[in-house]
């Protein structure tokens, strides 16, 4: 656990968990009730933390926030805590349970002292918790701020998120658990697996389980890799024999994600999130409306008119996608014009110059595809919010579906044209290997070589200050500047745009690696510097971000299985047109489509089938939850009371239990048979 200073050197005097960041100009009474609020008993309505400013630290002189407020909780706290968010921690008899206070002492590595029976994650996550389950009582507005207004049951966190007066909230890192961490992660190059459960423990279930897919993803690469080389060297110019590795491709990425579905169900279940409810979603900070009441939490919320949005959605923001994928495409002409201008170049003085010149127009495309992607990308998070959806997870499904779409669209348009419609294999290879490289080396410059130079940047300014008022032998910050270093940290936005690029990828090898055998090659390298850069950026550049107890990939795995259906689509249409397979039907083009399009068919028959006999739990696991489910169920018959029975009686005083209200009914019948006895 992440120690605090000393009350003497001006630290808090408990554990510092989690930063909260006001605006510099709050108003002191908003602080004062914010502050109540957090240290407030649960029973009045508060978060019973511990909540302490910090000192300005850097001197008087700079120009500072001085509403930085560190909390933390008491040990009691977070264990009840853990009990409302639903944790699942491993049992005595090695099954993963919710944790209960009243059963505490039966989980392994409980100790009742603090010790790690919470990782400092699942610390930060409850308390996290805790603070966005503060509610409004007879508040009418925000204390000092008339405009923010607030109504009964209203979360005090979102409001003030909402109308800018709360900054920020992120948790603290632990300094030597993240050397620990960094060094068996990134810091020294090996052959051996990620240490995940570590990297879980730290980060929390959702960074993990990307790390996790990662790896996945690229061992999996490993044996088209492997066979992509020999088939490079040996069959590199006969672009007509990659039927083989065209059908390999349609196995392999069918079962590459039904093993991931095991291999995922496996991981979640050891770190107790896939039999974890899910927690009720509230409104988002950015949703707003007319105040009504909401039927399902009794409480005053804004409601927005769901037609209201549907017009929004079809009106205003599938017209503009359409207009977009447009505007791709008229791009994607643009270049397939520059391509023949230079052709007719190097075909009428073919010389090394020239040759040269065959990559500038697919080299500006790649550019200018992640160009287009960025811009895209903003105008879909702008439109995704206008449309005004009440629960962050339909903002994000709806957020993934526009990016996705037009991703696909932007950067695999030119590959099918080139494929289906001008059937020219050589193109093919060139464009998909000139597009493949050119996004690996933009991604990284812009995922790991920007970040980190603005990063260090920061930092050294942040260090030099602090340093002022420390001597030269005293390497390590106080908590102040720490504090203040981690706040000026770039955000991170999550896994969206990691899981965006793994998607691309997993597009370009699935779709047209057959006529490019290389592609598993570059991207095997590219994953393996992925690990590393992500790693550090996770260690470095960014603020820690809150644990999130996912259960799987969520959407994304949606989005691999569609690729993989059009992959099996595409790769069919692929074998249908080399010339091997066109010698069968020399006489009939009609006869080729038709077997095509029902192979293809069976193919993904085949692959749906697959899917339904290949479970997403393994066996054990599934005895596991069914074993739990069916104890659950016994030990809530065990506590429920008999109505209609003698163990239960309407009465004004309180009611004994079922143990209780037996013995006193015998009581009264032996001094009943005492009073017989003696007439």
């Known amino acids: ?30 602080i004062a009730w914010l502050l109540g609020r957090i240290r407030d008993q649960q029973q009045n309505g508060g978060a019973e933390l511990l909540v302490e400013q910090l000192d300005h630290g850097v001197g008087d002189q700079e120009k500072v926030n001085p509403n930085l407020f560190v909390v933390g909780a008491s040990w009691q706290r977070l264990l009840s805590g853990a009990e409302d968010v639903g944790l699942f921690k491993e049992y005595s008899d090695g099954s993963m349970r919710g944790f209960t206070c009243a059963n505490k002492h039966n989980f392994k590595d409980f100790k009742g002292d603090g010790g790690s029976f919470l990782s400092m994650a699942e610390c930060q996550y409850i308390i996290k918790h805790e603070l966005d389950t503060l509610r409004a009582k007879d508040e009418t507005h ?37 050397k620990r961490l960094s060094f068996s992660w990134y810091k020294k190059v090996k052959l051996s697996l990620q240490p995940l459960d570590d990297i879980r423990h730290y980060f929390g279930e959702g960074q993990a389980l990307y790390f996790g897919f990662l790896e996945y993803f690229t061992f999996a690469l490993v044996p088209l890799a492997l066979i ?15 039927v083989v590795f065209a059908v390999f491709n349609l196995i392999w990425c069918t079962v590459i994600l039904e093993l991931w579905k095991r291999f995922s169900a496996t991981l979640a279940y050891h770190w107790g999130t896939l039999s974890r409810k899910k927690a009720f979603e509230e409104p988002r900070p950015g949703f707003h409306g007319v105040l009504g009441f909401n039927p399902v939490t009794g409480r005053e919320e804004p409601l927005y008119p769901n037609a209201k949005r549907l017009l929004r959605i079809y009106l205003v923001s599938l017209p503009f996608v359409l207009l977009c994928l447009y505007l791709s495409l008229y791009v994607m002409m643009i270049y397939f014009r520059m391509e023949g201008w230079v052709l007719s170049i190097h075909d009428e003085d073919p010389t090394f110059w020239t040759g ?26 702008y439109l995704t919010e206008w449309e005004n959806h009440r629960l962050e997870s339909s903002y994000q499904n709806h957020l993934v579906l526009k990016v996705l779409v037009f991703n696909f669209v932007n950067c695999f348009a030119s590959l099918f044209y080139i494929a289906f419609v001008m059937q020219d294999m050589a193109l093919l290879r060139q464009s998909l290997a000139t597009l493949l490289i050119t996004s690996q080396i933009l991604n990284q410059f812009m995922e790991a070589f920007l970040p980190y130079w603005l990063q260090r940047r920061r930092n050294k300014k942040m260090i030099r200050k602090a340093q002022k008022r420390r001597t030269l032998q005293d390497k390590e910050l106080p908590l102040v500047e720490q504090v203040r270093l981690e706040a000026d940290m770039s955000t991170y936005l999550g896994t969206f745009d ?58 994304w795995q949606l989005a691999f299985e569609a690729m993989s259906v059009i992959a099996v689509v595409t790769n069919c249409t692929l074998i249908g047109m080399s010339p091997q397979v066109k010698a069968y039907f020399p006489d009939s083009d009609t006869q080729l489509i038709l077997w095509t399009v029902a192979i293809e068919h069976g193919l993904l028959a085949f692959k749906f089938i697959l899917t339904f006999l290949i479970p997403d739990v393994p066996k054990h696991i599934q005895t596991k939850l069914s074993r739990l489910e069916f104890e659950s169920l016994e030990a809530l018959k065990k506590k429920r009371p008999l109505h209609g029975g003698k163990c239960w009686k309407p009465r004004s005083s309180p009611r004994l239990s079922c143990e209780e209200e037996e013995d006193e009914e015998e009581e009264k019948r032996r001094r009943s048979r005492r009073r017989s006895h003696r007439f």
């Open 1 to 30: 656990m992440l120690q605090g200073l000393s009350a003497d050197a001006g630290g808090p005097r408990f554990t510092p968990l989690v930063v909260v960041e006001l605006v510099s100009d709050a108003k002191e009474e908003v």
């Open 142 to 178: 925000v204390p000092g701020y008339s405009r923010a207004k607030l109504y009964p049951g209203k979360s005090i966190i979102r409001r003030l998120q909402s109308k800018g007066i709360l900054v920020q909230i992120f948790p603290l890192h632990e300094k030597e658990e993240l």
């Open 228 to 242: 992509g080389v020999p088939y490079y060297l040996f069959d590199w110019e006969d672009y007509d024999k990659y």
């Open 356 to 381: 040269v010149l065959l990559f500038i127009p697919s080299i500006i495309y790649a550019v200018v595809i992640e160009i287009m992607n960025l811009i895209y990308r903003y105008a879909a998070e």
């Open 498 to 555: 990691d899981y965006l690029e793994l998607f691309l990828l997993f597009g370009y090898v699935s779709l047209f690696s057959c006529v490019y055998p290389l592609a598993a090659v570059l991207v095997v390298l590219n994953n393996i510097t992925e690990v590393y850069s992500d790693a550090f950026k996770m260690c470095h550049v960014f603020k820690r971000p809150f644990s999130d107890p996912a259960a799987n990939i969520g959407v």
